[in-house]
């Protein structure tokens, strides 16, 4: 049901789409401070959501893939407050803030299933958080195989990982070589 509800709220919302942007790996959708103009839906790749720390660091506050919208909140602000820069080529579908606001007063379905899409973001951020107050690095990577039916991702993205549990990735590469390593007898 909750699958068949996120779909409906982007089939939905796609209908209120205005124009595509295509942005490259690299490249930002908008950046700290920038007035709110639009709603983003990622059609193609991966867009996240930063803050850049003062020791050069980043803090990713989502990771928004295909069928996902890109900062939900700020529909609601003046300016956004953090930056949303693509991780890989990507497609973003963008709709008019007013236009997406005006159909959210005006049609109960999109109205509800839009609070049940909030919803589960809440949720799924309280699991990040949860996450992240963990103190080591193997109970972090526990949790979150917990819920990812306990499958690491590919390689190429365990640094993407190493982000979302808040631990470097050398430190996620010695807690995943330390659980793969033959046992010697």
Same mark, same amino acid.
């Given at each position: ?6 779909? $409906? &709220? ?8 205005? %124009? ?9 959708? +908008? ?7 639009? !709603? +983003?839906?990622? $059609? ?7 803050? +850049?720390? =003062? ?10 893939? #295909? ?9 609601? *602000? ?13 497609? @973003?579908? $963008? @709709?008019?803030?007013?236009?997406? %606001? ?8 999109? =109205?509800?299933?839009?609070? %049940? ?9 309280? &699991?990040?958080? $949860? @996450? ?5 690095? =193997?109970?972090?990577?526990? =949790?979150?195989?917990?819920?990812? *039916?306990?499958? !690491? ?6 640094? @993407? !990982? ?11 590469? %010695?807690? #995943?070589?330390?659980? +793969? ?5």
């Amino acid at each position: 049901m909750i699958g068949i509800m996120s779909s $409906e &709220l982007i089939t939905n919302l796609r209908i209120l789409g205005k %124009r595509t942007r295509n942005l490259g790996a690299g490249e930002f959708l +908008f950046r700290r401070d920038d007035p709110v103009g639009s !709603l +983003f839906i990622v $059609e193609v790749g991966e867009v996240h959501l930063v803050r +850049f720390q =003062a020791d050069g660091g980043q803090l990713v506050l989502q990771r928004a893939t #295909i069928d996902q919208v890109v900062a939900e909140a700020s529909v609601f *602000s003046s300016v956004y407050h953090c930056d949303a820069l693509a991780i890989s080529p990507s497609r @973003i579908l $963008e @709709i008019e803030r007013g236009r997406f %606001r005006s159909e959210l007063l005006a049609n109960d379905f999109l =109205a509800d299933a839009w609070n %049940r899409y909030l919803a589960r973001e809440v949720q799924a951020t309280r &699991l990040r958080a $949860e @996450i992240l107050s963990l103190k080591t690095v =193997a109970s972090r990577l526990d =949790a979150w195989l917990s819920l990812h *039916s306990g499958q !690491l991702p590919e390689k190429g993205e365990w640094k @993407i !990982l190493a982000t979302q549990i808040g631990v470097t990735p050398e430190a996620l590469y %010695r807690e #995943i070589a330390r659980r +793969f390593r033959p046992q010697c007898l």
